[in-house]
């Protein structure tokens, strides 16, 4: 049984309005209840942070012969209109492509008028003649008759009069199938004057003069209840500024306590063990590539925990640079692990190690799940002991049983599909809780500087910049699928010259879809346009053992076309293949089609791409023509910001931070800096925000578990 001390009781007290439940409101329905509940709103305090989506200048209600007047000469008019009628016939229809079309003749004491919806298939289950409804939306005129298309509507109770705000805006609210704005705004109208007084501030009258921002329960007056569009926005700020600095206050709180709490070994870098490293890489570094390890290498000559960011665009060469940071640690007689998020991206990096290792004394081993019983004991003995010095591996590393001797370097690759707590269990291998392992971590998707201040806050950044020499240019185009005959005439021809190519589909195995799948499509291929050429496939569902044999044999030149799925989106290098083909390319997401691309082109021979797709959607058309215009994975990574919106990119899924409901970026970037600027003031001034206890309580309610700051404060 749970106890309620004396003072959550007072709380409960005081906040009876924002606690109250939805069902404990006056006319709330089963069926408005558990639409509300689909919306995430079970209290009132949800109805409050339900935030309008836009506004309206709303005419309020008149007749449908007031409402020609407004059109006047004019076919249409963007301004919006209410207008209380009674249906006459509701007609339901298909139009062209199967697409539903409901028409609906309405009249009142003036005259009558067509409303028509498209693609709304359920509204004809709702109306009906004889029905009183009241329609929200825009005039135009089609063959003499007064018509809207697509209104916001509904039935007229005389009991509930409709929501509307004094003067001429109106609030429109994110709604659903069973209930509409105008109910929300009716809600949230009814309990907003008793609820706004019990909103505490966690923000001093002195900040937010400093800040020149309302209280907080203003700014929620401000966006339901405007009396112009800019006090409506002066409130959102005020709310988006709150989400940026939670984040940014547990993102500040975090690096706080790696600082000073916690500590990392101390390793040595000087000309002589620069010299040793520089004499296993058999060619000379970039100037970018050498001022990336020289931060490094000024991070761990300290016992501060290194949290770096290493990024870099596709094939700048990042792996040689973290070997580098890996035998920091072996000089030093310590061990580094190298953790990777798939088995065939953690098999090419054991391999690219230990080809630039061959013939010295440093000991390296692979821990994947795909080990059996007796080896994985055999290795996580050795490790433990310190008999390995640099480990590559998968999730594996994070289990229990895998325990270091003397880890000082932990490098994780392609940060963002793991996610904040998983880059937290890598460092914990020691026994003493506060030792931890120096962090770099790698991701050759470039993150604007939007999200690098986010989700990837806590981190220092270095960016290597250009290719290394030699490397050639990759040219892309977008080809219909009509044509790609043309295409694989043309990677035939590149393999009767010597040269490899891939093909890249969305499927392993072939569905009822229409889309193209590797076993299939290989076979296809083979004795089709491909014929005479020798073409292997791979796969995430394949054995380790098989995948490698097959990849070996591509290496070696045994086959000419790998056909494979996206598991060979990241760390596949094989210089001889200068040609993809990716086939449905607009199902690909534009990180994944500028990874695939950068398989190609990586040795001297000029790379091609072939991006084979008849996009149907506009934000498909949109990934595609960037990829087609730039190899710049900086510009592409922005661009994908744009199209997609943070929440997605960096999939906020995987890294568990929840996703701004109110702030927006790149919109909202000053406001992101702002937040930055004051949390990293705040928390040096109290690092554990002891006397800030409703701020603390917050950050802990919305960032706690995701950054995992239950150690920390």
């Known amino acids: ?72 000469d004019r076919d249409s008019s963007p301004e919006l209109v209410t207008i209380e009628t009674t249906i006459i016939k509701v007609s339901p ?214 949290n770096r960011l290493l990024q870099g665009d596709v094939g700048s060469g990042k792996t040689v640079v973290a070997l580098h940071a890996m035998l920091m640690a072996v000089t030093c007689g310590a061990q580094a692990a190298m953790m990777a998020p798939t088995e065939l991206l953690a098999e090419q990096h054991f391999q690219t190690i230990s080809n630039l290792l061959k013939g010295s004394k440093v000991k390296t081993a692979l821990l994947t799940s795909s080990l059996s019983g007796k080896d994985r004991k055999k290795l996580i003995l050795k490790i433990s002991e310190g008999e390995i010095d640099i480990v590559v591996g998968t999730h594996a590393l994070l289990t229990d049983d895998v325990v270091f001797s003397n880890i000082a370097i932990a490098i994780t690759d392609e940060q963002h599909r793991f996610g904040v707590q998983q880059r937290a269990l890598l460092r914990n291998k020691s026994d003493d809780k506060h030792s931890i392992p120096h962090t770099l971590v790698m991701t050759a998707t470039p993150i604007p500087r939007t999200l690098s201040l986010t989700i990837f806050g806590d981190l220092d950044v270095s960016t290597i910049n250009g290719m290394p020499p030699g490397r050639s240019p990759i040219t892309t185009r977008l080809v219909q699928p009509a044509q790609s005959n043309k295409v694989y005439q043309f990677m035939l021809e590149l393999i ?76 596949v290098d094989i210089s001889n293949a200068t040609m993809m083909i990716i086939e449905h390319a607009d199902r690909f997401g534009l990180a994944q089609l500028h990874q695939l691309r950068g398989r190609v082109g990586r040795g001297t021979l000029p790379g091609v791409c072939a991006l084979i797709a008849s996009p149907t959607t506009e934000d498909a058309l949109l990934r595609l023509e960037t990829i087609v215009e730039t190899t710049d994975g900086f510009r592409i990574a922005e661009r994908d910001l744009e199209i997609r919106g943070p929440g997605e990119l960096f999939g906020a899924k995987q890294s568990g931070i929840a996703p701004f409901k109110v702030a927006r970026l790149p919109r909202d970037f000053e406001l992101l800096r702002l937040a930055r600027r004051n949390a990293v003031k705040w928390i040096k001034q109290d690092p554990t925000l002891q006397h800030s206890p409703l701020l603390k309580s917050r950050l802990m309610h919305a960032h706690g578990e995701a950054l995992g700051l239950g150690d920390v404060a």
């Open 93 to 306: 229809g298909w139009r062209r492509g199967r697409k539903s079309k409901l028409e609906v003749a309405v009249e009142d004491e003036t005259g009558r008028m067509h409303i028509n919806w498209f693609n709304q298939p359920w509204v004809a289950r709702a109306l009906h003649p004889d029905m009183r409804i009241r329609v929200h939306g825009s005039l135009t005129m089609h063959k003499g008759f007064l018509q809207m298309n697509n209104p916001r509507w509904e039935e007229i109770d005389d009991d509930e009069p409709t929501a509307t705000i004094e003067g001429d805006l109106r609030p429109v609210y994110r709604a659903n199938e069973h209930i509409s704005s105008s109910v929300i705004a009716k809600l949230i109208s009814d309990v907003l004057d008793d609820a706004l007084p019990e909103i505490d501030d966690h923000l001093t009258d002195e900040m937010l003069r400093e800040l020149e921002m309302p209280k907080l329960a203003d700014a929620y007056a401000m966006c339901h209840k405007p009396e112009e569009e800019a006090q409506a926005k002066e409130g959102r700020r005020r709310i988006a500024y709150d989400e940026l600095l939670l984040l940014q206050l547990g993102v500040m709180m975090k690096r706080h306590h790696r600082r000073d709490t916690m500590r990392a070994p101390k390793l040595e870098w000087n000309d002589e063990i620069k010299k040793r490293i520089e004499a296993r890489i058999p060619f000379t570094l970039t100037k970018s590539q050498q001022q990336v390890v020289e931060e490094i290498a000024n991070d761990i000559m300290t016992s501060i925990p290194m």
């Open 1 to 72: 049984m749970v106890s309620c001390s004396s003072q959550d009781m007072q709380n409960i007290g005081e906040k009876k309005h924002l606690l109250t439940t939805i069902s404990e409101l006056p006319q709330m329905t089963q069926d408005r209840m558990s639409a509300l509940h689909e919306l995430g709103i079970y209290r009132v305090s949800n109805l409050l942070k339900h935030l309008p989506t836009r506004y309206e200048t709303h005419h309020g209600g008149m007749t449908i012969e007031a409402a020609k007047t407004i059109l006047g």
């Open 496 to 571: 009767h010259k010597g040269q490899q190519g891939y093909v890249v589909v969305p499927l392993v195995e072939e569905t009822e879809s229409g889309l193209k799948s590797a076993i299939a499509h290989a076979e296809s291929l083979r004795t089709g346009f491909l014929q005479g050429a020798s073409v292997g496939v791979v796969h995430g569902r394949m054995k380790s053992e098989e995948r490698e044999k097959t990849m070996q044999e591509f290496r070696e030149g045994q086959l000419d076309v790998l056909v494979a799925t996206t598991v060979i989106e990241v760390g």
